[in-house]
């Protein structure tokens, strides 16, 4: 009898020790996930077995407004599984779940959205949204990853028209886009009215880079801003702006006219006004040098591009309007010194004179030339250059060569001591041109040197509404100034006075574009039999 019942006693004594072993093993399990790692466990199954090879739902998606077709999401490989199970991959879903379940809790989610994540390297943000219950998510990138992730062409989203009741994209993938508009624009079309867009950004330290972010979402509210802390204290985003925003049945107006002034055929709002309020003051009083006080104006000038972020322009352009050589203000000038936030900009030389076009066909640098003269409207002109009368000026020896300015052919006669070369040009409308080449969402930065035709131009860039797409100009204003060579002599050259420039820059600042005084300096150099011949150049 005493080994009968030894025997029940001695198999319960070996099922305890199992069990304790077992339980023993899952204390190791957790301790090793949460003191080693520092993770909780409550990803992948306590943490203790892989990820499901495969999540059972289907999407639709097609390639055109037409076509679609049923997609079923395939288990990952062993490599994707390894990325899964890694402890960064792991935190970010941690992040991501608790910035879902908080946008759930605002109504802005719920469990029946249709989901997209735009952008996704490795479909944390999917990851985190089927375990939170919104198991209808997917997401888009270059190249697929496992089944969260599916390929898609850059800045385009593979599927139809108002799908998705939810879009997220994060880790500041649109300031980085190479072209955001494309990208807006396509999350703007999937994205059903009533469905809420919700943006990952870097935190803006200015009104004019948000602004120029919601100017890509036109057809969206803005429902929602604030700062959050990131996921990491030393990733590249240790705070992040977060923005949500609301698709509306119809394009939304962005700016209230409380907030801003309306100029002719466009409307400016207030950030812009701001920023113009920054700029360095206009010389309000004439100066009896201005070949020395406009010159040391330019080193005071406030750039745009240093007041303010501009990463979410769609295109970055830059005109030069009566460019001359390469080198005279492009090459010395913008492309070296004018701050652009490591963007590269569309180059445009506008140049009537024909002896700088070869220059320009030949070297290819990356610029546009416009081998005609800006003017109000598209007709045939006629183009003077002036020249000293000491010395003809060979054709290539380009330096020297006077300014060119348009002139009406009756005015062109003989007279005088200088000897002038007229040509035949073609002018163009220059402010219907700039509207079908950029638009509001482009950053347009300008510089006009025409020879007293910007009082023509000017007015004309208004009457259109051109003048609304010019984010920043350098103009010089020609008028009667005092002559450096004879004192108390006034030039005959121009007939405007420094009180009509001075109104010129201020109806250009009042309209929101940030102008500032340009001085094209001109030097002379001493020739054969006492003549000097004088050539222009850039003084920055």
């Keep these: 009898m005493d080994s009968t019942s030894s025997k029940p006693s001695f198999l319960r004594n070996i099922l305890v020790r199992l069990l304790l072993f077992g339980l023993f093993i899952i204390a190791v399990r957790f ?127 593979p599927f139809d028209n108002n799908t998705f009741d939810f879009v997220f994209i994060g880790e500041g993938r649109l300031d980085n886009a190479s072209r955001p508009l494309d990208l807006s624009s396509e999350i703007e079309r999937t994205v059903k009215p009533g469905g809420y867009v919700v943006a990952h950004i870097v935190p803006t330290k200015d009104t004019y880079s948000f602004n120029s972010f919601l100017e890509l979402f036109n057809s969206c509210k803005l429902i929602k801003s604030h700062q959050i802390e990131g996921f990491d204290s030393k990733s590249s985003m240790p705070f992040i702006h977060e923005v949500v925003l609301r698709k509306e049945v119809e394009n939304v107006v962005k700016f209230k006219k409380t907030s801003g002034n309306s100029v002719n055929k466009c409307f400016v709002p207030g950030h812009k006004l701001e920023l113009v309020k920054k ?35 769609n295109r970055y352009v830059y005109v030069d309007v009566g460019a001359r050589s390469y080198g005279s203000s492009i090459g010395s000038w913008f492309k070296k010194q004018y701050p652009k936030q490591n963007k590269t900009f569309d180059v445009y030389a506008i140049e009537a004179d024909k002896a700088f076009h070869e220059e320009y066909r030949l070297k290819k640098k990356k610029v546009t030339l416009l081998p005609y003269a800006a003017w109000v409207r598209n007709e045939s002109l006629m183009f003077e250059i002036n020249r000293d009368p000491g010395k003809e000026v060979e054709e290539d020896d380009k330096a020297k060569r006077g300014m060119g300015r348009i002139q009406p052919a009756k005015n062109l006669h003989g007279g005088g001591g200088s000897k002038r070369e007229v040509n035949e040009i073609q002018g163009f409308d220059f ?31 208004f009457d259109t509404g051109a003048i609304c797409l010019i984010d920043e100009i350098f103009l010089e204003c020609h008028y009667n100034r005092w002559q450096r060579c004879c004192p108390g002599e006034r030039s005959a050259k121009y007939e405007k006075s420094y009180g009509q420039c001075l109104d010129l820059f201020r109806s250009l600042r009042e309209s929101g574009v940030l102008v500032h005084q340009w001085w094209e300096y001109v030097g002379c150099l001493t020739i054969e039999n006492g003549h000097s011949a004088c050539y222009p150049y850039i003084c920055t």
């Excluded at 010389?283 to 501009?310: C, F, G, R």
């Design 31 to 157: 301790t090793y996930v949460v003191t080693i790692t520092g993770e909780s466990c409550t990803v992948g199954d306590f943490c203790f077995f892989s990820l499901p090879e495969s999540f059972n739902f289907v999407i639709t998606t097609s390639t055109g407004p037409e076509a679609s077709s049923a997609i079923s999401v395939k288990p990952s490989d062993g490599g994707v599984r390894d990325l899964y199970t890694s402890k960064d991959w792991i935190k970010a879903v941690h992040f991501y779940s608790s910035i879902f379940q908080d946008l759930i809790a605002h109504g802005y989610l719920s469990p029946d959205s249709k989901s997209l994540t735009v952008e996704t390297r490795t479909g944390q943000e999917v990851y985190a949204l089927r375990q939170i219950g919104v198991e209808d998510s997917i997401g888009i990138f270059k190249k697929a990853s496992g089944s969260l992730v599916i390929k898609a062409p850059q800045n385009q989203i």
């Design 279 to 313: 700029a360095e003051p206009l010389i309000s009083t004439e100066p009896m040098k201005p070949w020395i006080t406009l010159k040391k104006n330019i080193q005071n000038i406030k750039y745009l591009t240093s007041m303010a972020d501009i990463r979410f322009k």
């Design 431 to 461: 402010a219907e041109w700039l509207k079908s080449t950029v638009t509001e969402r482009d950053f347009v930065v300008m510089k006009m040197d025409v020879e007293g035709t910007e009082f023509d131009l000017i007015p004309r860039l």
